[in-house]
């Protein structure tokens, strides 16, 4: 892994140190550029004409000593981030915020630099000509400084991009911005409008810095408007569309359902803040989705959604429901005699088996009460045929664990009205079915457990499932079930037919 990633951070490192001297050296020129166009199409002031080489050489020595201040004070201002970034290295908080002030540090450096170069030729311009001479030169030069700071501080955002994005991890946009896209917008126009229509201004207003016609001067700045303004809009571009773009797709890739996805946040503007927005977004999505689920596989789906459509309230309403309810035979014998952990193995095999039959049949596994299940039929959400669903996933959910042969259970099933609800208190609650049919379906059970077909169903359950299913059923007799004043008739279903004898 590590040996894989060395080629790859070398090469990032290569990269981006190349970038900053080419930026360096093309972001000066531009303005260099600009100061040339003025004054040498335009021509250098009669009244300095004759000392001219002079303020060429004094500009050239100043433009060899600005580089080696402008480097080394560069240099010192972002040592730390070049430690760190050539390392490898995950900066600290203190680290990242100093490495997102690049942009603003390095138009720092130009512009003071730029404007030291203001102060020396247009104090020589004044002592060989006049102030009115000097003026002139000084806008031209500011003019050319401007320039050169706007381009430094759009193109370092996009060089930068790599060390950005390490500082970002470590200190995420927050608060006060080190950068802003509004501040992007001003420089952009500055460089697109701003210093072309300035230029325009310098040469066809007094001061005149020369006697040359202005008309070269007026095409050479009108190129140089397009080219500025087609150089800072391809810039703009890269750091404001292109990843609005980015968050774009992502956020069509989240509305689809995917909840892993992460957006590198490579910006300390509002962009930034906006892909950290997106993060945030696709995480609290999925931690919503993981306690949906986990809420689900506690209470069921059905209650989840009865629970999202209504919401957290302590209500519910009586329904028409059919109660199955599930226990084990013999049950402290069987954890008396087997180790913990085995008595679970069985337990959750067989409520597996449970809630297969009941959620094939359109049934809620209510709740889980040590060996013991209760399934409900009809709510939360209403059933077509509740009563014979019931049948068929008792019937389902003992043929099963007969198959397995593990554990041996009683199955009772009982109709009539429920209340369906939320029951507990505001801080904690859960959905529940209280009601005679519930309570008939337990006792059932206690019966159901010594009956040959290990199922009973109140009369009222037979009589109301569909004819297909009932012919299924054969009277068992009157049982007087604990805690009821009437005698209940059961049904349970008809043995299996046996197979026929070999001759």
């Not at 480097?71 to 290295?89: I, P, S, Y």
Request: net charge neutral; glycine share 10%.
């Amino acid at each position: 892994m590590r040996t894989s990633r060395l080629p790859t951070r070398f090469h990032t490192v290569v990269r981006t140190s190349l970038g900053f001297a080419a930026l360096g050296f093309m972001s000066s020129f531009c303005g260099a550029g600009i100061v040339f166009l003025l004054l040498m199409l335009q021509g250098v002031p009669e009244t300095v004409a004759g000392h001219g080489w002079i303020i060429a050489v004094c500009a050239g020595g100043y433009v060899l000593l600005s580089a080696l201040v402008g480097t080394a004070w560069a240099a010192f201002l972002q040592r730390r981030t070049a430690v760190w970034f050539v390392l490898g290295r995950e900066p600290t908080r203190e680290e990242a915020r100093r490495a997102l002030r690049l942009p603003v540090d390095l138009a720092t450096v130009s512009g003071t630099l730029w404007l030291g170069g203001v102060v020396v030729i247009s104090t020589l311009t004044a002592v060989f000509g006049t102030w009115l001479d000097a003026l002139g030169v000084a806008m031209a030069i500011l003019l050319g400084g401007l320039a050169t700071v706007g381009l430094t501080y759009l193109a370092t955002e996009w060089v930068a991009r790599p060390v950005m994005t390490m500082a970002l991890a470590a200190a995420p946009p927050r608060g006060t911005l080190p950068m802003t896209v509004l501040r992007r917008l001003v420089i952009t126009w500055a460089l697109a409008s701003g210093v072309p229509m300035v230029g325009v201004l310098l040469v066809v207003l007094p001061p005149d810095l020369g006697p040359s016609d202005p008309a070269p001067s007026l095409l050479a700045l009108s190129v140089t408007g397009l080219v500025l303004g087609a150089l800072a809009t391809a810039l703009l571009a890269r750091a404001v569309a292109a990843p609005l773009h980015r968050l774009r797709l992502a956020l069509d890739q989240i509305a689809k359902g995917r909840r892993d996805l992460r957006v590198g946040i490579d910006d300390s503007s509002e962009i930034g803040m906006l892909q950290t927005s997106v993060n945030d977004l696709a995480k609290g999505l999925a931690e919503q989705e993981r306690l949906r689920d986990l809420f689900g596989r506690h209470v069921g789906d059905d209650v989840v959604r009865h629970a999202l459509e209504y919401g957290a309230s302590l209500s519910g309403d009586v329904r028409d429901v059919t109660a199955l309810f599930v226990d084990v035979v013999d049950s402290t014998a069987l954890a008396a005699e087997l180790p913990p952990d085995e008595v679970v193995r069985k337990l959750n095999g067989l409520f597996s088996s449970v809630v297969d039959a009941v959620s094939t049949h359109g049934g809620l596994v209510n709740k889980f009460q040590g060996d013991a299940a209760l399934c409900v039929f009809g709510a939360p959400t209403r059933h077509a045929d509740p009563a014979t669903s019931a049948l068929r996933a008792a019937r389902a959910i003992r043929d099963a664990v007969a198959t397995s042969g593990e554990l041996d259970l009683g199955i009772g099933v009982a109709k009539g009205p429920a209340f369906a609800g939320q029951l507990g208190t505001a801080s904690r609650f859960e959905y529940t079915v209280i009601g005679d049919a519930v309570n008939e379906a337990a006792r059932l059970t206690e019966h159901a457990k010594q009956a040959d077909g290990r199922i009973l169903a109140s009369e009222a359950v037979v009589k109301a499932c569909a004819a297909s299913e009932r012919d299924l059923w054969q009277h068992h007799g009157t049982i007087h079930l604990r805690g009821r004043p009437t005698p209940t008739e059961t049904w349970e279903p008809h043995p299996p037919p046996r197979p026929p004898l070999l001759r």
